[in-house]
């Protein structure tokens, strides 16, 4: 099941990460730009450490950890911006 970053004040953006499609390869840990992630302690249903977004109000939603992911098990997205109304 996908787990969603809870949303921060100071975010610009966040994660999207399927636990179970994760093969704990580490590449969205090493390649994240503000590396605000890190490989969670804790065990996926095959046995891998999987990422967790450790700060983030620093994620900016790139999607750079999206596309390193072999197995399509992560992605970044940004937050909408609040537009002024007329
Ligand atoms: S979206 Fe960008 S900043 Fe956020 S975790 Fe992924 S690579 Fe890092
Ligand atoms: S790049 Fe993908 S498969 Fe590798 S640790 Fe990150 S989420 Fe898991």
Redesign the pocket.
Known sequence: MAQVAEQTKKAKGSVV?VAE?????????EFCPPEV?E?STEYNSKG????ILAKRDLCTGCDI?GM???????YGYMFKKKTKEA
């Open positions: 990460i499609r994760c093969k704990g390869c580490g590449f969205c840990v992630l490989l891998y450490h999987t990422p950890c390193v992911c072999p197995d399509f098990a992560i």
